[in-house]
């Protein structure tokens, strides 16, 4: 069965570095989305991709995120400059259809800011 | 209140017992979903529910959707330990970039 992963699985950086967080959404899906959840907190919207573009993001997807489909296949997600507050649980999901279909998650990346 | 909030919080039954958690919300939606989350991983989904539909099946889950209410609920029949789990709901409203809106989960405990 067709899913979503991404990688690293863990991720550890020091406060003000940059950091890449990598998706390969299901092949033939056409809308990405990116997810995060602090820990002990629900899960919150960032950002949905569709043909290239953002078609909305989130009051807490500022300048400081960005996302890019460099090929085909993979999704990223880049903070710039990492915050303590930026420390969660980043998924990565898609789905066939935005507003009429099941979002697939991935297993998510944890992001931890020293 | 938020969108997509889920009742109880927590929820601790005996295996073989059925377990219900509800979901409510506040604007329109197309579509409700249920997921899961085990402890610190990812998030399986479990059923999506179109706001014209009112009551889907999948296996021994049901779940249910009252768009005059806004709410749903998640009806997990002869429970197992393995469904020990959190359990959430999140809402697509009408709009068409599939943002999704969950909950803060109903932590379910399975006792064997």
Request: no cysteine; aromatic share 6%.
């Given at each position: 069965e067709p899913e979503v992963t991404q990688t690293p699985s863990h991720q550890v950086t020091q406060m003000g570095q940059e950091v890449i967080l990598r998706c390969v959404p299901i092949s033939n899906h056409l809308y990405f989305y990116w997810y995060r959840q602090i820990l002990g907190q629900k899960v919150e919207f960032l950002v949905s991709f569709y043909n290239n573009e953002i078609s909305e993001k989130s009051?807490?997807?500022?300048?400081q995120f960005s996302v890019e489909r460099p090929d085909g296949s993979n999704f990223t997600l880049k903070i710039r400059s990492t915050k303590l507050e930026d420390s969660a649980m980043y998924f990565c999901a898609s789905s066939g259809?935005?507003?009429?279909d099941t979002q697939y998650f991935g297993p998510g990346t944890r992001l931890t800011v020293l | 209140s938020q969108q997509g909030e889920e009742d109880p919080q927590a929820l601790s039954i005996q295996e073989g017992e059925n377990a219900t958690m509800n979901c409510s919300y506040k604007t329109s939606i197309n579509n409700l979903q249920w997921y899961r989350q085990n402890s610190g991983r990812g998030l399986v989904h479990l059923i999506l529910i179109r706001s014209n539909e009112r009551e889907k099946h999948s296996g021994r889950l049901r779940v249910t959707l009252d768009t005059s209410k806004k709410s749903s609920s998640l009806l997990i029949t002869a429970?197992?330990?393995?469904?020990?789990a959190s359990y959430f709901c999140a809402t697509d409203r009408?709009?068409?970039?599939g943002k999704l809106i969950f909950g803060q989960g109903t932590t379910l405990q399975v006792k064997p």
């Open positions: 009051e807490i997807f500022d300048d259809v935005a507003g009429r | 429970s197992r330990a393995a469904d020990t009408s709009s068409n970039t």
